[in-house]
């Protein structure tokens, strides 16, 4: 079972970090943030390995958001910086063992959590 957390209205060029913890059985192979917006379909964020070693972002992410993995192995973080507006929206972590190439979507992923709303005004 996943726990998101972390969401809050902030103020564009903001910071927010969200973490993902894990019971039960924990992480799966893959531990992904994906994000859905007002009228929008839920979309990939950022992943990361469950070793920690590898970390997979979408392109309009990259240098702003930053996803880590505890040394316990029990909490996944999605540090976003520089918010903007349009980052505004529920924010999901989800788990699971997709081949690579799926890892991306969400239909790969069963397991997910709650959701945490993060809202970004100018």
């Known amino acids: 079972q996943l726990q998101a957390s972390g969401g809050g209205s902030v103020q564009a060029g903001d910071s927010l970090r969200l973490s993902c913890t894990a019971s039960g059985l924990g992480f799966g192979r893959y531990i992904t943030w994906f994000r859905q917006a007002p009228g929008k379909e839920r979309e990939f964020v950022a992943a990361i390995g469950r070793t920690g070693t590898n970390t997979w972002y979408a392109d309009s992410k990259k240098g702003r958001f930053t996803i880590s993995r505890d040394n316990a192995g029990k909490m996944v973080s999605l540090q976003m910086d520089s918010l903007k507006p349009e980052d505004t929206a529920v924010y999901y972590c989800?788990?699971?063992?997709?081949?690579?190439?799926?890892?991306?979507?969400?239909?790969?992923?069963?397991?997910w959590g709650q959701g945490t709303l993060v809202t970004v005004s100018s």
């Open positions: 989800a788990t699971g063992n997709p081949i690579l190439s799926y890892m991306r979507e969400t239909t790969a992923y069963r397991n």
